[in-house]
């Protein structure tokens, strides 16, 4: 009764809200229990806003609010920190829509041939000058399977000599509209029961080592948040969308060459159980492709999407020689989602205050964990950044957190974090000997079939495209709300 009562609440909301899903538990200190939307950087490199862009996989790649959408107002929440930047933009003015600060121009652009002096045995940036974003997918939106690259890389995996389980593909709608697949345990499907395996990455060895990261840019905004981090002698892991890099590949230099660590976020930022086999595989081999072609090195760690993932994702991604890192969340961390929830800022569904306050959750539980812990932070949005610079890493700095990339926090060298310069000895790729924690049968891809679901089908009903917004608007609404119904029963 509770849960019907919730989803009715939730549906009367947003209903005339356009908005993208996050199918992962939502920390209880966010009393907005909000979706979030997500604006696609354009080619020009200004992000774009506009209701008559498809609806693919059931995101919602540019989200703003509809005109006229009735938003009930997220709580605001009394604030105390140790510490502040002196040019923080106050948090009443840090709101939906706002443009608090103007960017930033990079410090430095690199050109062909610049050496990476944090690196050891990187090779020279390569010529970027002749990238065409015309040879690679579109914006923001899943790549299609049946093209020679995505063949190649599909009998790439089926020569790998992992085994893919056959576990079926996730509806659209989260955990209640998938309850074979929250049933069973041998999925180990995170986004419903937060289960990892030993094979994820989910904290740092270390007491009070935060492991520092940033999803889905580089944005306009990337800029701001390096230049800061850099002031500060502090290092991150970026997690890119693939999509994105190619938008602005000299952002993603500028972030490489200052030391910090580039990982993989997926070309389209899709949630990876809702899509085959086939498509996962051409979300990851775009993705680090375009990340080599920039960089002239190929990212060996993957953040999915709102960290959905479950066996079936994780084996193919051991095949493309790809590890999962999470975040600190459930029972790494007494329950608490070290997830600040600062994505949902831009939709005006949590409050500036709100991020703040879920953030002094995180950190007053750390103290309690036996590891260090990775946060969830976004460089997507402006408002993202303006706390991350002007709230967040402050309090860290104040409270004598050790903040690392992860790579660093693992107690690595950055030059394991990529394919060309890591140790083999040191920080082994996954191999498929010994890959038992990957339960299920295997399922054959067929690289000769364009599209082909193979064993994992999609099952009836499923959705790959929406077009339209009127119909994107029903669909999101639905996911969300009984999205949100799964994350509060299982929390």
């Keep these: 009764m509770l849960h019907i009562l919730v989803l009715l609440a939730l549906l009367a909301v947003v209903s005339h809200a356009q908005l993208h899903p996050r199918p992962r538990q939502v920390t209880a200190a966010a009393a907005a229990l909000s979706p979030s939307v997500s604006p696609a950087p354009s080619a020009s490199g200004i992000a774009t806003a506009s209701a008559s862009q498809p ?10 609010l509809a005109p006229n959408a009735s938003v009930v ?18 948090l009443p003015s840090i709101v939906p829509n706002a443009s608090t600060q103007a960017t930033v121009p990079l410090d430095t652009t690199y050109a062909a041939g610049a050496i990476p002096t944090g690196v050891p045995g990187a090779p020279p940036l390569p010529d970027i000058s002749t990238l065409n974003p015309a040879n690679y ?7 299609p399977t049946d093209t020679a690259f995505v063949q190649q890389a599909i009998a790439q995996v089926n020569a790998s000599g992992f085994s893919i389980p056959s576990i079926p593909v996730n509806q659209l709608g989260g955990c209640p509209a998938n309850p074979a697949a929250v049933a069973d345990p041998n999925r180990c499907w995170w986004t419903c029961s937060q289960c990892t395996r030993s094979t994820d990455i989910i904290t740092c060895p270390d007491k009070m080592t935060w492991g520092s990261t940033f999803d889905d840019g580089p944005s306009p905004y990337t800029p701001n948040l390096v230049q800061y981090l850099d002031q500060q002698n502090i290092k991150t892991t970026f997690f890119v969308v693939g999509s994105r890099v190619i938008s602005r590949p000299d952002y993603l230099r500028s972030q490489y ?30 993705s680090k492709k375009v990340i080599k072609d920039v960089l002239g090195v190929t990212p060996i760690y993957i953040r999915p999407p709102y960290g959905d993932i479950d066996d079936r994702v994780r084996a193919i991604a051991a095949a493309m020689q790809l590890t999962i890192i999470i975040w600190t969340s459930g029972n790494a961390s007494n329950h608490i989602n070290y997830d600040t929830n600062d994505f949902n800022i831009d939709a005006g569904t949590v409050s500036a205050s709100g991020v703040i306050n879920n953030f002094t959750n995180i950190l007053n539980n750390a103290s309690t964990l036996q590891t260090g812990f990775i946060v969830l932070e976004h460089d997507l949005f402006q408002q993202s950044v303006d706390l991350a ?27 394991d974090a990529y394919l060309e310069t890591n140790d083999n000895g040191t920080n082994p790729l996954p191999t498929a000997v010994g890959t038992s924690i990957i339960a299920g049968a295997a ?22 495209v929406r077009g339209g917004a009127g119909a994107g608007v029903v669909a999101a609404a639905q996911v969300f ?11």
């Design 55 to 64: 609806i693919v996989s059931g995101s919602v790649p540019n989200g703003t």
């Design 73 to 90: 107002p997220p709580p605001t929440f009394p604030i105390t920190l140790l510490s502040t930047n002196p040019t923080a933009i106050p």
């Design 137 to 143: 997918p579109p914006l923001d939106r899943p790549p």
């Design 257 to 286: 060459m200052g030391g910090h660590h580039i990982a993989a976020h997926t070309w389209s930022h899709t949630a990876l159980t809702t899509q085959t086999n086939e498509e996962i595989i051409a979300e990851f081999a775009w």
């Design 389 to 415: 610079v002007g709230y967040t890493i402050p309090q860290a700095i104040a409270m004598k957190l050790t903040l690392k990339p992860v790579i660093n926090c693992l107690n690595k060298p950055l030059s």
């Design 443 to 464: 399922s054959t891809l067929s690289p000769g079939a364009p599209g082909s679901t193979s064993a994992s089908s999609r099952g009836n009903g499923a959705v790959q």
């Design 481 to 491: 709300a009984l999205g949100v119904i799964g994350a509060v029963a299982a929390l």
